[in-house]
Structure formats: C-alpha cells, structure tokens
C-alpha cells in the first residue's frame, strides 16, 4: 500500500541553524511533491510545490530536494528562526489532483 | 476576508445526530476537498469534488456523504455520528496547478 512517512519525533534547533525535514515515500509515483505548514489548531498553509522532473526548488529561506530514485524529499529552512515552529507537512499527488499527506514532522526552534 | 471559511468552527453533538458541515470559498476554483485530521496523524482524504457535477470518495468516505450545491460551496455531511467521528475537519480548494487552499477548520465531538 502507499506509504508516506516523515519523521516522527519532533526537530529541536537552535535559532539561526538549518533545520532539515525529511519525507519518504514508498509503493507511489508522484508527479508532485508539495510542502505545507500547519500551526496547532489551524489549516495547513501551502509553502512549496515540486516536479517529478525538478531537483530542486527555492523559496526565500526554503529549499525542496526531491530524488525519485531514492523516493525522498528534503525541506531545508536556512537561519531558521522561532517563528518557524510549526509543523510541517509533506503531501504526493500522483497527477490525479488528490493528495496523500504524511503525519508531519514538528520543527521547534529556540531563541 | 478569509478565501475558504468553514462553520461551524465547533461542535459538540450526540451520538447518532446528523451533522453538516459547510464550507465556501471565494477563489473561484473548481476543485474542493474534504479531509479529516485526527491528533498526530495526518490528513485523510474523506471526499472530493472536481467540478460541480463531480462527487468523488477518498480514503475514508464511510459514514459521511457530501453535496456541491454550487461551485463556491461543498458540504460534508455525517448521517448518523459516531464518537469515532470526533476529530478536526478541514476543507480545502486548489486551481488545475495542484497546491491546495485550506478553511481553518471544523473541531467536531461525538459524544
């Protein structure tokens, strides 16, 4: 069966440094990767949308990796900064428009 | 004003009640989404609609059903509740481009 996972236990990180998220996926041929954040109690907030046929995409202070070959995706956030604790997302669409979202991962990041 | 707004944003209800929740976005896309978030899991994909005439089921559609009265507005509807039912629901709305709009949700007691 399809099977999203990211890490389980919550990322502590100390303001400034790159946090690293990681997304795996197994049995599934997405043809987008997309990240997403969500604060407690609230929506997920689209962040960044990547090709099956992209390596890499930027955004501000964020960065997407996506290797098909290892089935896995890297949500990089650089000079992190306590409002960036959040928990983050990792979602697959496999070009039906639906999406398959992992449990997510919580970032914290200490002043 | 919010792009996609859900009501209710609470609701405490008995077991075996019907229950609807409503959503409507002022977007103009054409595709909407209902899903539900149970604590530290993910998203689950309960139906979906891709144009008004278009009623699909996700992942986990037993036990609710839905109407898309019009292209801004997408109910999920609970026919008979059940505690197991309690959870966070969320609608969402995405253009053909993939990257998805979400309410603030709906936090929903089944006692």
């Known amino acids: 069966s399809q099977k999203i996972e990211q890490n389980s236990e919550a990322l502590n990180i100390q303001e400034g440094k790159t946090a690293t998220l990681t997304c795996n996926y197994t049995?599934?041929?997405?043809?987008?990767l997309q990240w997403y954040r969500q604060d407690p109690g609230r929506g997920p907030v689209f962040l960044l949308l990547?090709?099956?046929?992209?390596k890499e995409k930027r955004k501000e202070r964020l960065k997407v990796t996506f290797d098909t070959t290892l089935k896995q995706s890297l949500f990089h956030i650089t000079a992190s900064q306590p409002a960036d604790s959040a928990t983050y997302l990792c979602?697959?669409?496999?070009?039906?428009?639906?999406?398959?979202f992992g449990q997510g991962t919580e970032l914290s990041v200490k002043p | 004003d919010a792009d996609v707004t859900q009501t209710p944003r609470n609701r405490i209800t008995k077991t075996g009640k019907r229950i609807m929740l409503e959503c409507s976005q002022t977007?103009?896309?054409?595709?909407m989404y209902w899903y539900r978030q149970d604590p530290g899991l993910g998203l689950q994909l309960i139906y979906y609609?891709?144009?008004?005439?278009?009623?699909n089921k996700g992942e986990i559609s037993d036990g609710y059903s839905v109407s898309r009265q019009a292209q801004a507005k997408f109910s999920l509807s609970l026919e008979s509740a059940i505690p197991n039912q309690t959870a966070l629901y969320f609608c969402?709305?995405?253009?053909?481009?993939?990257?998805?709009?979400f309410g603030p949700g709906t936090r929903l007691t089944v006692l």
């Open positions: 969402a709305t995405s253009d053909d481009r993939g990257e998805q709009y």
């Open positions: 049995n599934y041929s997405p043809a987008y």
């Open positions: 990547i090709r099956e046929n992209e």
């Open positions: 979602a697959l669409d496999n070009g039906s428009g639906k999406l398959i």
């Open positions: 977007k103009g896309h054409d595709r």
């Open positions: 609609s891709f144009d008004v005439k278009d009623i």
